[in-house]
């Protein structure tokens, strides 16, 4: 795609899942990638290892593409201000610039809205939300400082739009990345940053084996999506990748749902008014 090639970005959450195929696409696009990741908070030796050898196979696919792209590993919370400064550091000391950023990286916590706790919420903010933010500043003010254009992709969710029960904090923070997305558009257009977002509907990535391996599950899921199936992280990518490039150079503030048609409400392809 035009105005990618040679370019730097940061995909943060890009240990597995759709982080992880947007690193690979943009690799394959000769981006230059800086991965950012974070230790699970309990430590657990099993999630370690699997997001280690997430990010090992990341940073591997990416050096393969047949661009002369180049992968780097940066750990960081997202959630955590001078982290994040310190990774927008390392990564303009590796590569000199950074063009993109993708912001990926997002946790969810499952609970009854009555029965949850107001810790599980705010990390579920601090995560989706508030690293977002962080993130999204830093990149806007390094673009100011350095008078260059540059461009944001927000990874957001269906969720922005659809209530999703028993996920409160997920679906706030989806709303308000919505208007992250609208606000920093708006007042950014005029410098030559642009920022959108996409929404993922349900996509087939490692985290939803749950129901993905399930028949009877996977079933219940797709009955909602009018095209009949769940999406894969490499449209999710294919669409990041399209937003970031000069071929979306007059799109800003906007977030494309990637999702079969999940937002257009399948249970209503009926007909259901009283005519």
Excluded at 174 to 183: A, E
Excluded at 224 to 231: C, N, V
Aim: proline share 3%.
């Amino acid at each position: 795609m035009n105005g990618l090639f040679g370019k730097t970005a940061i995909v943060t959450g890009g240990s597995s899942g759709i982080g992880q195929a947007i690193a690979t696409r943009l690799g394959h696009e000769g981006v230059n990638v800086a991965i950012n990741y974070v230790g699970p908070l309990d430590g657990a030796v099993a999630t370690r290892d699997a997001i280690d050898a997430g990010v090992r196979q990341c940073v591997d696919e990416v050096n393969a593409c047949s661009q002369p792209s180049r992968a780097i590993v940066v750990e960081a919370d997202v959630s955590d201000e001078a982290a994040v400064e310190a990774m927008f550091k390392q990564v303009r000391g590796e590569f000199g610039t950074v063009d993109f950023l993708v912001n990926n990286a997002g946790i969810q916590i499952a609970q009854d809205s009555d029965l949850l706790d107001s810790g599980a919420f705010d990390r579920v903010l601090a995560v989706n939300l508030r690293g977002s933010f962080l993130c999204a500043r830093e990149q806007v003010r390094q673009l100011l400082a350095d008078d260059r254009p540059g461009s944001i992709v927000n990874v957001s969710s269906v969720h922005q739009l659809i209530p999703k029960p028993k996920f409160l904090g997920y679906s706030v923070s989806k709303g308000g990345m919505q208007n992250l997305t609208r606000t920093m558009a708006l007042e950014f257009a005029g410098r030559g940053i642009r920022v959108n977002g996409i929404g993922p509907g349900a996509t087939v990535t490692p985290i939803n084996r749950a129901w993905i391996d399930d028949p009877e599950k996977r079933a219940m899921v797709t009955s909602h999506i009018p095209m009949g199936r769940a999406g894969d992280a490499e449209e999710m990518a294919a669409v990041t990748a399209f937003l970031l490039s000069d071929e979306a150079a007059y799109i800003t503030g906007q977030t494309i749902f990637v999702d079969g048609g999940l937002t257009l409400f399948a249970d209503f392809r009926g007909t259901w008014s009283s005519e």
